[in-house]
């Protein structure tokens, strides 16, 4: 089955450091992956849509200077925490789409989340 | 606004009963939907999709109703096990998904 590959899936460092976020499609191809941050207890919320070769989307309210989108290869996107602060602690989980499947209707596909700790 | 409500945060059981779980939605027209397994410190892993014009669906031990009338979908474990034990999340969207804040099952030996 399709697999997507998170990496790190822990971090701890000091604040004003930036962080960057590694997802990888291992078995399949995505011109478009998700970023997500989930809080202890919440929901998971949409924070942008990675797309290879042009610029991200963000959902309203996230910030796109402090979280820096890079999708350069159709198995790769890279999510960067810059200056972070310890209120960008949080739980940060990607996702694609097997899009050789075809309709939109796919599921998506996620990988096993990064936990970051600001200091 | 478009709203996903899992009515119980937290569902504990004994083994062997049914597990039901809610998902109610409000101002959204979803042509189907999904619901993910997610354990502590993992991501969402996907269990089922369900169209609108599907009524049920079932898979192994699992089964899914949806009602586009009531706006809701109910998502059954049957036989449970202690394994079952996860937050359950109810997804609506077609391009972008939107989570419930799920519904966490716990499962008695």
């Known amino acids: 089955g399709a697999v997507v590959s998170q990496h790190p899936s822990w971090v701890i460092c000091k604040s004003g450091t930036s962080v960057k976020i590694e997802c990888r499609s291992l078995?399949?191809?995505?011109?478009?992956m998700f970023w997500y941050r989930q809080f202890p207890k919440q929901s998971l919320m949409l924070m942008a849509t990675s797309n290879e070769g042009s610029k991200a989307t963000y959902e309203q309210g996230v910030e796109k200077d402090k979280f820096l989108i890079n999708h350069a290869s159709l198995t790769l996107s890279t999510l960067t925490v810059t200056s972070a602060h310890p209120e960008d602690s949080s739980f940060y989980i990607c996702?694609?789409?097997?899009?050789?499947?075809?309709?939109?209707?796919?599921?998506?596909?996620f990988g096993d989340g990064t936990r970051l700790s600001i200091l | 606004s478009q709203k996903i409500e899992q009515n119980s945060e937290a569902l504990n059981i004994q083994e062997g009963k049914t597990a039901t779980l809610t998902c109610n939605y409000t101002n959204y027209s979803p042509a189907y939907l999904q619901w993910y397994r997610q354990d502590p410190g993992r991501g969402p892993v996907f269990l089922l999709l369900?169209?609108?014009?599907?009524k049920e669906k079932r898979k192994e031990r699992l089964k899914v109703t949806f009602d586009t009338t009531l706006k809701q979908s109910l998502f059954h474990i049957t036989a449970s096990q202690p394994a079952d034990s996860a937050t359950y999340l109810c997804?609506?969207?077609?391009?972008?998904?939107?989570f419930g804040a799920g519904t966490t099952v716990t499962v008695r030996a």
């Open positions: 078995d399949f191809q995505a011109t478009t």
């Open positions: 997804a609506l969207g077609d391009y972008k998904l939107s």
């Open positions: 996702s694609a789409r097997d899009e050789q499947q075809g309709a939109s209707n796919q599921p998506q596909h």
């Open positions: 369900i169209r609108e014009n599907e």
